[in-house]
Nanobody
């Protein structure tokens, strides 16, 4: 059974930084694609960033050049470093993992098999 447990959410001022972590257990970490999604109040879940087992990374336009997704195989942890945060970045952030996903489906939440609960990130305006 694969489990994803996130941490690191909280409140951050506009322009500030925050790092989210997601520990993945029960899976061969290096064979999975990991991703972060965000859901703001009243909105649908949206893609934020993904990292494939090759190490290639992908970002939504709204976070490109601000956020960095990375992973540590030793710690079996997926990270999302959030820099220069703005109010539009607020929401519930969920990490997700999939053992088999094609590039064209990377941004689709329904393609991911496993999900964490999601830490809340607030950005007071």
């Amino acid at each position: 059974q694969v489990h994803l447990v996130e941490s690191g959410g909280g409140s951050v001022q506009t322009g500030g930084s925050l790092r989210l972590s997601c520990v993945i257990s029960g899976a061969t970490f290096g064979t999975y694609t990991g991703a972060w999604f965000r859901q703001a109040p009243g909105k649908e879940r949206e893609f934020v960033a993904a990292i494939r087992k090759t190490g290639h990374t992908y970002y939504s336009d709204s976070v490109k050049d601000r956020f960095t997704i990375s992973r540590d195989g030793t710690k079996k942890t997926l990270y999302l470093q959030m820099n220069n945060v703005i109010p539009a970045h607020a929401g519930v952030y969920s990490c997700a993992a999939s053992s088999g996903i094609i590039l064209s489906s990377l941004r689709l939440a329904r393609q991911y098999d496993f999900w964490g609960q999601g830490p809340q990130v607030t950005v007071p305006s």
